[in-house]
């Protein structure tokens, strides 16, 4: 591969997506820009020789194969795919209604599977690629209100953790970003959608995170400009790394997790390991 890469880039009309993209395309990289409205995408970035601007909705599998299309016939490969378009569903489980659920699925877990499966077989057949994927501190511990977004998160952790061996061997590498509270536009309105209130038992609550939340947008400690920088960086090595806590919150989420899992292995240790059967 040469330093000169070809980039598809997900949600590119607005936060980190718009971030990425302009990184990558001072870089001398090429990009594949997409969005649900193009022309979003086109005056978020700006002209650029090396720009691509294409409708994508991450839903639509058509959508996904004609964006890959796109991006064959006008530079004639795809070295880099980013998985970034998402939104957030906000609120407690049982005031999330089913459909709001699967919306959520459907856009962050769904949406990078269908996008995969229109570039992974030019990656296959290139014998190289990167499949990279951002995914969330909330994908590697759940918490409160974010029972639907870490169901999805959750999902593409064990997706790509599971894909990366089933792909290696032909050159195709993966990695996921976890991001923390960053300066992007999830908590905006156009991003965000929280469950309506509908029980008592939550309302007092509800009301406490919704107005932090609120208050917290725009205001998030992470720079997305410099993430957009880190995720190029990282992009370029040989050997991209499989995980990238992204930022001093995260790397604590990862610091804590892996405590957690070795207190809650040790807890029961004797019983867990007095399970196989008699003869084994």
């Not at 990238?244 to 919150?249: E, I, K, Q, W």
């Amino acid at each position: 591969m040469t330093d000169k890469k070809v980039w598809i880039v997900t949600g590119a009309g607005r936060g980190l997506g718009v971030d990425i993209v302009k990184t990558a395309l001072a870089a001398g990289h090429a990009v594949v820009a997409t969005g649900r409205d193009p022309g979003k995408v086109t005056a978020a970035i700006g002209n650029h020789d090396g720009l691509l601007a294409i409708k994508l909705d991450v839903t639509s599998p058509e959508d996904a194969q004609a964006a890959v299309e796109a991006a064959i016939s006008t530079f004639g490969r795809v070295d880099v795919l980013v998985n970034n378009a998402g939104n957030f569903y906000a609120g407690f489980f049982e005031e999330l209604s089913a459909d709001q659920v699967r919306a959520q699925i459907e856009t962050l877990l769904f949406g990078p599977m269908n996008v995969a499966r229109a570039v992974l077989p030019v990656m296959r057949k290139q014998r190289s690629g990167l499949l990279l994927t951002i995914s969330s501190t909330a994908g590697i511990a759940g918490g409160m209100f974010c029972t639907a977004y870490a169901a999805a998160k959750f999902g593409i952790e064990g997706w790509i953790e599971s894909l990366a061996p089933e792909i290696a061997p032909y050159g195709v590498r993966t990695m996921l970003v976890e991001p923390g509270f960053f300066r992007t536009e999830l908590l905006s309105a156009e991003s965000t959608t929280y469950a309506r209130p509908s029980i008592d038992d939550y309302a007092a609550r509800t009301k406490e995170t919704v107005a932090a939340w609120s208050g917290m947008d725009g205001k998030q400690g992470g720079d997305p400009a410099k993430l957009a920088e880190a995720i190029v960086q990282l992009a370029g090595l040989d050997e991209p790394p499989a995980r990238f806590a992204a930022g001093v919150d995260a790397v604590q989420t990862f610091e804590t997790k892996a405590k957690t899992l070795l207190d809650q292995a040790d807890a029961h240790r004797k019983l867990s390991s007095s399970l196989a059967h008699d003869d084994a």
